[in-house]
């Protein structure tokens, strides 16, 4: 989270916003000044809004406001969800809004105040924290229930049981450290779609040719959700109905083949999905599928068989991608191999499509005829699918999709999913992509280093297998024991596992969720030492609980968005 302090007024605080400017860099902290400039006329709402967005999104530390009373922009702030904006006449005020209520924005008004009085209660504000006293957290946690993030209605009047569910599942993702490598943790503004009213509306049918009336608006956001997914991943078209990764994967096979037809995919057991071809899943029930996986020595995709296997097989369809895999995957080579037996490539990039937003990964769009993705993972959208392809496959993609698999598209989730692409083209979201495969690599080299191995030797993603086989420990059981201390994860087969799926011999470990939450190679350090430590003695409740403690302690720095 930043240090710096947002500050911000409207004409009538113009001058002690700058009065207040010059105590803050004179004491050192980075001030980050949203306006106004001058003496013109301006609606304080405005830089109240945005001040206090600076602070609830966490790129400032705390803010400060002035308007020509301050009431104006306390009633602003204070709509913006987790600000705390407490207008201060006094410098003890000022001081008792820290230490008793927490407040993280300071509001003055500018009419009757002198230099001195600004001066001294900016000071105590500056020079007070939050006490941390039981009474005090108590009193401020009934202020913000955390579900008014969501909705701030009268929700929990309406339903209880399911408001109760809701704000606890809220409170544990906040309070555990969330490792599952599938998962990420959404912007408010993908929420607040996402909970949205176009869930009200039908509209079945494509942009500007609907089956309902009423479309105008929800023609808007799914054209800017199609045109923002060709962009950020160069695609000629991208059709973001389908309701999820199965079914984005489904519109695809089933545009291009007919039962019975061979697709060649990686099998679940070394890391595909259970879309690629598993015999319990509708691709495996309906086509012939022909398996490969990784190689026994090196872990990682053994090219030289998935070519063999295309030449024995011909194969209409090959598929790449993976739900376990640790390692980039080469799209050269998958075309190369798709050329030479003349079959379609579809590259499922559920996975990684935030790293290929974000640059971290390679592209598969310029290599494939079909790409398919879920929004949920680490593109960091709402749960969901979509399906890019080329130009000529475009229609009949569309035709799939809509009449052929699907009724009305969830306009709510296309609207969400329009917001995280348009988050994924920011230049924060290539960082981000960065830093979650460096997080990755640092966690794997400190699992290494306490002894843990790592499959095919470490990860170029945002994902690790460990391998459980020499501690004795199944993949159910040490992810039973890491919930305990408070850190998510899954079980998962390793390649060649010789225990069943139920209970596997592995775990998988991914870094997208805290990466979001901000941390980074320090934090990673530290929590994959606890992983190691609570691995190695999985009877030792006394340490789960000691981790639990400090995870806990580690979660509240780093607050979910
Ligand atoms: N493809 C891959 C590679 C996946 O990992 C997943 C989900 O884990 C899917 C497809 C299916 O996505 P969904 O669960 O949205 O159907």
């Known amino acids: 989270m930043s240090a710096s302090i947002a500050i911000g007024s409207d004409h009538g605080g113009f001058e002690v916003k700058q009065q207040i400017a010059g105590i803050l860099r004179e004491r050192g902290i980075a001030v980050d000044d949203v306006g106004c400039t001058g003496r013109e006329p301006v609606d304080y709402p405005d830089y109240a809004r945005e001040v206090a967005s600076r602070v609830s999104d966490g790129r400032c530390a705390q803010g400060i406001l002035v308007c020509t009373t301050g009431i104006g922009m306390s009633i602003a702030a204070n709509k913006v969800p987790g600000v705390r904006a407490a207008l201060c006449g006094t410098p003890d005020m000022a001081a ?38 039981e009474r005090h957290v108590r009193r401020v946690g009934k202020i913000e229930d955390p579900l008014s993030r969501d909705c701030g209605t009268e929700f929990d009047k309406a339903d209880p049981e399911t408001f109760a569910a809701i704000r606890a599942e809220i409170t544990r993702q906040q309070n555990t450290l969330n490792m599952i490598a599938s998962e990420n943790h959404v912007s408010a503004a993908v929420r607040i779609a996402q909970g949205c009213s176009m869930t009200n509306k039908y509209a079945e049918g494509y942009p500007g040719k609907r089956w309902y009336s009423g479309c105008d608006y929800v023609d808007v956001v799914e054209t800017l959700a199609i045109s923002r997914a060709c962009e950020l991943f160069g695609a000629d078209h991208a059709n973001v109905q389908p309701h999820c990764g199965s079914s984005a994967n489904m519109a695809v096979y089933f545009s291009v083949l007919q039962p019975g037809d061979t697709i060649l995919a990686m099998s679940l057991s070394h890391g595909g999905h259970l879309t690629h071809g598993h015999d319990v899943n509708f691709s495996g029930r309906l086509f012939k599928v022909v398996s490969y996986g990784v190689n026994r020595e090196t872990e990682t995709i053994d090219y030289d068989e998935v070519f063999r296997l295309a030449r024995e097989h011909r194969p209409k369809l090959i598929v790449a991608g993976a739900s376990a895999y640790p390692r980039a995957l080469e799209f050269e080579k998958f075309r190369a191999i798709a050329d030479e037996v003349s079959a379609l490539l579809m590259v499922d990039m559920a996975h990684i499509a935030g790293l290929v937003a974000g640059g971290a990964h390679a592209s598969p769009v310029p290599y494939s005829e079909f790409v398919t993705t879920t929004t949920h993972k680490t593109l960091r959208g709402p749960r969901s699918g979509m399906v890019l392809c080329r130009g000529q496959y475009a229609r009949d993609l569309d035709r799939q999709v809509f009449p052929g698999l699907q009724g009305g598209p969830l306009m709510h989730t296309i609207a969400a999913k329009a917001v995280c692409l348009r988050e994924a083209a920011q230049p924060a979201f290539k960082a981000y992509a960065a830093q979650v495969v460096r997080n990755a690599q640092v966690l794997a080299g400190r699992l290494a280093e306490s002894g843990l191995r790592i499959v095919s030797g470490g990860t170029d993603n945002h994902l690790m297998l460990v391998d459980l086989s020499a501690l004795d420990l199944t993949g159910k059981d040490a992810s039973a024991v890491l919930d305990k201390a408070g850190i998510i994860v899954n079980k998962n ?69």
């Open 96 to 133: 008792k809004a820290r230490t008793h209520n927490d407040a993280n924005v300071l509001v003055l008004g500018a009419v009757g105040s002198d230099p001195k009085s600004v001066g001294d209660i900016v000071a105590a504000w500056l020079d007070s924290a939050f006490s941390g006293e």
């Open 493 to 561: 087969s390793i390649p060649f596992d010789a225990k069943s799926p139920f209970l596997t011999s592995g775990i998988r470990i991914g870094t997208p969720s805290l990466t979001t939450r901000g941390m980074k190679e320090p934090e990673m350090l530290l929590v994959g030492g606890w992983i190691a430590d609570v691995l190695r003695a999985p009877a030792d409740t006394a340490l789960q609980e000691a981790v639990r403690a400090r995870a806990l302690e580690l979660a509240a720095g780093f607050p979910v968005p």
